[in-house]
């Protein structure tokens, strides 16, 4: 256990930190609660000119087997920003596709099982008041005058077999409005179960909620949220790792 808790201190490094988040976003609120002591869920964020680069990203498994492919999945993000300069989201998850297929399936005698990541990635330019997404089963969604706006990502993940071909992800531009409330997540909230009958909370749930309470500081809006997938969770155990964030425009 002492490992374990040790290697949360490396995972954590990696995360963007409180400081760092309030300086690249508006204001913003980060939702994390991993299953176990170490996730397979993490956030990631860089700005590179006047792109704000954001993500909500789900690793196959979770505890060890997440955590590890976690820190792979960041470093190649990391990478494809950083060195290769690329900002369009569907550019980042196709050159990401390609590296974590690479590292992950190197011998096709033992590549046997699928390993990678779902993913909503947006890049926001505040300036031009614009956002790109692009995302790997997981959506984007925007509420705007109490209405949410869904934008789908591609309904495969990143990582693939050896020898499938690698698709290429969709990118999609949306105009933004001030006071746009802008969030991304992986799916450990909508597939809590919990409740009086012990059932999946779901999107459509989560759909309801988000529209009661975003036009609360979003502050207030992650400890609502916190607090009522707690109690939904009550005597019953957490089945994956929870991630939401939101943005306020």
Same mark, same amino acid.
Not at 70 to 76: A, D, E, K, L, Y
Not at 78 to 97: C, D, F, K, M, Y
Not at 134 to 161: M, S, T
């Given at each position: ?9 490396? #995972?954590? %490094?990696? $995360? ?7 300086? %690249? ?29 954001? %993500? ?7 505890? /060890? ?12 993000? %990391? ?11 569907? $550019? ?45 089963? &997981? ?6 005058? &109490? ?16 020898? =499938?071909?690698? #698709? ?6 949306? *105009?933004? #409005?001030? &006071?746009?409330? /802008? ?23 989560? =759909? *309801? $909620? ?27 155990? #957490? ?11």
């Amino acid at each position: 256990m002492d490992s374990i808790h040790y290697a949360k201190r490396i #995972q954590n %490094a990696i $995360l963007p930190s409180d400081s760092t988040i309030k300086h %690249a976003l508006n204001e913003s609120f980060v939702l994390y609660q991993p299953k176990d002591i170490v996730s397979g869920d993490f956030y990631w964020l860089e700005k590179w000119g006047n792109e704000t680069l954001v %993500a909500a990203v789900d690793c196959t498994g979770h505890g /060890v087997p997440g955590a590890l492919m976690s820190i792979v999945g960041h470093n190649i993000l %990391a990478q494809t920003v950083n060195v290769l300069g690329l900002t369009r989201p569907s $550019l980042i998850l196709n050159e990401t596709n390609s590296q974590l297929s690479k590292k992950l399936n190197q011998d096709p005698e033992v590549a046997t099982v699928r390993d990678g990541m779902d993913i909503a990635l947006i890049s926001i330019n505040y300036t031009k008041l614009k956002i790109e997404f692009a995302g790997a089963n &997981n959506p984007l969604w925007i509420i705007r005058d &109490n209405e949410v706006i869904k934008i789908h990502g591609d309904k495969f993940p990143i990582g693939a077999f050896v020898g =499938e071909d690698l #698709q290429q992800f969709t990118n999609h531009e949306w *105009e933004l #409005q001030k &006071n746009d409330c /802008v969030y991304i997540f992986t799916d450990g909230f909508a597939d809590q179960f919990g409740g009086p009958k012990g059932k999946k909370f779901k999107y459509k749930q989560l =759909e *309801e $909620l988000l529209l009661e309470h975003h036009r609360k500081p979003l502050d207030e809006q992650k400890e609502i949220y916190l607090k009522t997938i707690n109690d939904w969770i009550g005597e019953l155990q #957490q089945i994956d790792d929870i991630l939401i964030i939101g943005i306020r425009i």
